[in-house]
């Protein structure tokens, strides 16, 4: 077990169960909503997460009924914490406090997985489709409700947001902040997979250890490649896919891909 897993962490649980990283979100006071020290913890955790080698998955949830609420109301009102300062002292708490969970997210090689136990409303919304893959039940809700506060979506929602349910679905839901059903969350690809809600952590983790059985190489590789897709010309990213397969095609992983392929067997990836 690493080092970053014994540390005392305020707002954060963590439990390694290898392959799997359960990181959940623990102000269920607050539901969920984002601290400073939540924030800084996030980051640090994933950061040293994406250097573990037992880590092939990490699965984000949230403690008790909400998966993340967002910013914290109280702390908007009172003008303190990271909604403290003059405008100019608010947009640095921006670029250098919540702005880094997006970034910290975007340079992971390991595959992240929002397990949606509850409601994802505002920066938790946003956080939600930060993740790769999103699983959610009956108590999934949905809801980029900037606009209802006279407020813009900070932390990146505007970047994400429509990456995943598409332009003009999320010009909608961001201008008219109304909340989604986990119903019509499926049905935009906010949710991947909808699941009861007595087995939505078994279903999670059925489909972290899925992800897990193949190549940390190969899917580092594939995940890094598809988000480049995003943004990238067909030329650029055939340069990129050419480079990978290049490095892909000489590992023991893919060997002992084709050996149990022929041997009718489950591969054992080592990752080397």
Same mark, same amino acid.
């Given at each position: $077990?690493?080092?970053?897993?014994?540390?005392?962490?305020?707002?954060?649980?963590?439990?390694?169960?290898?392959?799997?990283?359960?990181?959940?979100?623990?102000?269920?006071?607050?539901?969920?909503?984002?601290?400073?020290?939540?924030?800084?913890?996030?980051?640090?955790?994933?950061?040293?997460?994406?250097?573990?080698?037992?880590?092939?998955?990490?699965?984000?949830?949230?403690?008790?009924?909400?998966?993340?609420?967002?910013?914290?109301?109280?702390? $908007?009102?009172?003008?303190?914490?990271?909604?403290?300062?003059?405008?100019?002292?608010?947009?640095?708490?921006?670029?250098?406090?919540?702005?880094?969970?997006?970034?910290?997210?975007?340079?992971?090689?390991?595959?992240?997985?929002?397990?949606?136990?509850?409601?994802?409303?505002?920066?938790?919304?946003?956080?939600?489709? $930060?993740?790769?893959?999103?699983?959610?039940?009956?108590?999934?809700?949905?809801?980029?409700?900037?606009?209802?506060?006279?407020?813009?979506?900070?932390?990146?929602?505007?970047?994400?947001?429509?990456?995943?349910?598409?332009?003009?679905?999320?010009?909608?839901?961001?201008?008219?902040?109304?909340?989604?059903?986990?119903?019509?969350?499926?049905?935009?690809?906010?949710?991947?997979?909808?699941?009861?809600?007595?087995?939505?952590?078994?279903?999670?983790?059925?489909?972290?250890?899925?992800?897990?059985?193949?190549?940390?190489?190969?899917?580092? $590789?594939?995940?890094?490649?598809?988000?480049?897709?995003?943004?990238?010309?067909?030329?650029?990213?055939?340069?990129?896919?050419?480079?990978?397969?290049?490095?892909?095609?000489?590992?023991?992983?893919?060997?002992?891909?084709?050996?149990?392929?022929?041997?009718?067997?489950?591969?054992?990836?080592?990752?080397?």
């Amino acid at each position: $077990m690493q080092d970053y897993i014994n540390e005392a962490y305020t707002d954060l649980l963590v439990e390694e169960d290898a392959p799997l990283l359960w990181v959940t979100l623990n102000r269920p006071q607050h539901s969920n909503a984002f601290s400073d020290e939540m924030i800084t913890e996030l980051c640090h955790l994933l950061r040293e997460a994406d250097w573990d080698d037992d880590v092939r998955v990490i699965i984000l949830t949230g403690a008790g009924k909400t998966f993340c609420a967002g910013g914290d109301v109280k702390a $908007m009102e009172e003008k303190s914490g990271m909604f403290a300062g003059d405008p100019e002292g608010l947009r640095r708490r921006y670029t250098k406090g919540i702005q880094q969970i997006p970034l910290t997210i975007e340079a992971l090689q390991t595959p992240i997985v929002a397990m949606v136990n509850g409601a994802a409303i505002g920066a938790g919304c946003d956080l939600a489709c $930060m993740c790769d893959i999103r699983v959610g039940c009956r108590h999934s809700r949905f809801g980029e409700t900037f606009a209802k506060l006279a407020l813009v979506p900070g932390d990146g929602g505007t970047f994400f947001l429509q990456r995943v349910v598409g332009y003009a679905k999320a010009m909608e839901l961001s201008l008219t902040g109304r909340i989604v059903s986990a119903d019509e969350a499926v049905s935009l690809g906010l949710l991947n997979n909808l699941v009861e809600v007595d087995t939505l952590k078994e279903e999670t983790e059925k489909l972290a250890l899925s992800i897990a059985a193949n190549s940390p190489i190969a899917v580092s $590789m594939v995940k890094k490649a598809i988000r480049q897709a995003r943004t990238a010309e067909i030329s650029g990213h055939l340069d990129l896919l050419a480079a990978f397969q290049g490095i892909t095609q000489r590992t023991e992983d893919h060997f002992e891909g084709v050996r149990a392929m022929k041997e009718k067997r489950q591969p054992r990836f080592k990752g080397q």
